[in-house]
Antibody
Framework: QVQLQESGPGLVKPSGTLSLTCVVSGDSISSSNWWSWIRQPPGKGLEWIGEIYHSGSTNYNPSLKSRVTISLDKSKNHFSLKLSSVTAADTAVYFC?????????????WGQGTLVTVSS | EIVLTQSPGTLSLSPGERATLSCRASQSVSSTYLAWYQQKPGQAHRLLIYGASNRATGIPDRFSGSGSGTDFTLTIARLEPEDFAVYYCQQYGSSPQTFGQGTKVDIK
């Protein structure tokens, strides 16, 4: 059973950098799947942030591309998100998810999400 | 980017009733790349339907997906108590991948 678990600070100061990690169990980061970050601001819809493949190849949402870095650590079987120059608009529940080849590369496994608030 | 519009925003129904959820795209979406998810409070999102009409493993056959082009539908044939939740459609054939804003199915 594949499980993903997000972790990181729940509070980030404006202009700072948001940093989150997603630990994967039940699958290898080196498998033929994409590893993604998605967010949901309070009362709003889901927004795809970006993704990474085990080769290190990344894809980012153009709306966030200038501020986003996604990386992975094969030795720890986890991947990470960094979002720089945050503002209150970046307050959201952040989810990590697997985009799996078994289902044509839709999101077949999700973490439960972690709330990150941007405030001084 | 492709904008997905879900309707209605909220659907109030009783257990045993049929639920019909709509997802309309701002431009054509390949049927191969349209998915539906279920979200319940405190739980991870659950993949229900992929490729517009294919049920994911373990999904009951009361859930069905249909549609093509710009109009897609999720149907729950007979609502069970555990089906009251929020449902999202998503397209993953065009970058950036996008989601609908969700339809909440609640108990009437």
């Amino acid at each position: 059973q594949v499980q993903l678990q997000e972790s990181g600070p729940g509070l980030v100061k404006p202009s700072g950098t948001l940093s989150l990690t997603c630990v994967v169990s039940g699958d290898s980061i080196s498998s033929s799947n994409w590893w993604s970050w998605i967010r949901q601001p309070p009362g709003k819809g889901l927004e795809w942030i970006g993704e990474i493949y085990h080769s290190g190849s990344t894809n980012y949402n153009p709306s966030l591309k200038s501020r986003v870095t996604i990386s992975l650590d094969k030795s720890k079987n986890h991947f990470s998100l960094k979002l720089s120059s945050v503002t209150a608009a970046d307050t959201a529940v952040y989810f990590c998810a697997r985009r799996g080849y078994s289902y044509g590369y839709c999101f077949d496994n999700w973490g439960q999400g972690t709330l990150v608030t941007v405030s001084s | 980017e492709i904008v997905l519009t879900q309707s209605p925003g909220t659907l109030s129904l009783s257990p045993g009733e049929r639920a019909t959820l709509s997802c309309r795209a701002s431009q054509s979406v390949s049927s191969t790349y349209l998915a539906w998810y279920q979200q319940k409070p405190g739980q991870a999102h659950r993949l229900l339907i992929y490729g517009a009409s294919n049920r994911a493993t373990g999904i009951p056959d009361r859930f069905s997906g249909s549609g093509s082009g710009t109009d897609f539908t999720l149907t729950i044939a007979r609502l069970e108590p555990e089906d009251f939740a929020v449902y999202y459609c998503q397209q993953y054939g065009s970058s950036p991948q996008t989601f609908g804003q969700g339809t909440k199915v609640d108990i009437k």
